[in-house]
């Protein structure tokens, strides 16, 4: 499984020039190019200048930040600096000065914004499970767009006053953006690949803007079997592997499906197949089962299970367990159960 990624746009304001700056015949424009394209807060932003009107290679060049003075060299045409806080702005200036006089002016207000994408799948764990559920074969996942901007004046702009534009593997999906559609659904289809979940947030007036983008991977999902204790329940933290001792007369085991697109284990859409040395069990359509031994001979046997989703085809998972008896010293009573 892929982890997400996050990427946050800023804002871009076109501010008034410097007061000192007015009035002195600027009317030629930059090109400036910032790398990384879309800064986050807090993040290193390099600026490099060029121009295709003028020869600025012997130029003097100045750099502003918030209208200070960072740096002022001839022909330094590349300039660092890093973005304040979210929603913070920071205001970058560059002035040239050619060498035959000309004045060229670029400058720009950077407001970071941030939003974090966390999704769910809409799979089944069983209780106090503190993994995270996977996104299974042909499954629902539900993605939230988690935005951080702020006003001017430092207050938090609530998540469902901004707009919201989703795309799915790099196509909008329109029904699902808009004003206030702060959380995305989809289901995966066959083939079943990674899907590409990308968010872009903005401001009604599009003067905060951020992106996200999470790269969810689809996996099989996951059978595992249990012993029921008559006491202590399902022991959740030891499942079974081959071979299992048999040491009691008889062992309930129980069936968990993980990841698998239901409420509950026992869910309708699932459908339990039990197999005893491959021969198929009829009347065992649940996902437990009660093994007892009813000699007192040594051996094995295999039992298996299947899990199969009636909604979606993909969804299927297999699980077997080898289990071993020892020679047993007397005759063991006859009960119900399944013989292994």
Do not use: C
């Not at 990308?198 to 007036?205: A, G, M, P, Y």
Request: aromatic letters at 12%.
């Amino acid at each position: 499984m892929r982890v997400f990624y996050r990427i946050a746009l800023l804002g871009i304001v076109f501010a008034p020039l410097f007061v000192w700056a007015q009035g002195l015949g600027i009317v030629e424009e930059l090109v400036v190019t910032v790398t990384p394209e879309r800064p986050g807060a807090n993040e290193q932003v390099d600026v490099s200048v060029e121009s295709y009107t003028a020869d600025i290679s012997g130029a003097r060049i100045s750099f502003f930040i918030n209208d200070v003075l960072q740096a002022r060299e001839v022909g330094q045409k590349n300039f660092s600096f890093v973005t304040g806080p979210s929603g913070t702005p920071t205001k970058f200036a560059v002035i040239v000065e050619t060498l035959d006089g000309r004045l060229l002016h670029k400058e720009f207000t950077l407001r970071p914004a941030d939003v974090t994408l966390l999704w769910q799948a809409n799979g089944y764990t069983p209780p106090f499970y503190k993994g995270k559920g996977l996104f299974p074969f042909q499954g629902t996942v539900i993605v939230a767009a988690i935005p951080s901007f702020l006003n001017s004046d430092g207050s938090s702009i609530p998540a469902e006053s901004l707009v919201y534009t989703w795309k799915e593997d790099g196509k909008v999906i329109g029904d699902a953006s808009g004003y206030g559609q702060s959380t995305f659904f989809f289901k995966g289809g066959v083939p079943m690949r990674t899907k590409v979940i990308s968010v872009e947030v903005n401001t009604t007036d599009n003067t905060i803007l951020a992106s996200a983008f999470t790269e969810i991977e689809p996996v099989q999902p996951r059978l595992i079997l249990y012993e029921n204790n008559p006491i202590y329940g399902i022991q959740f933290l030891h499942p079974l592997k081959s071979p299992l001792a048999l040491d009691d007369i008889e062992v309930r085991l129980s069936a968990i499906p993980f990841f698998f697109e239901a409420g509950r284990r026992t869910d309708p859409l699932l459908s339990y197949s039990w197999q005893a040395n491959y021969n198929p069990l009829p009347t065992e359509k649940k996902p437990d089962i009660v093994l007892r031994r009813t000699g007192e001979e040594g051996g094995s046997a295999n039992v298996s299970l299947s899990v199969q989703h009636s909604e979606n085809d993909f969804e299927a998972s297999r699980a077997s367990l080898e289990i071993t008896f020892e020679q047993r010293a007397f005759s063991a009573p006859v009960g119900s159960g399944t013989q292994p």
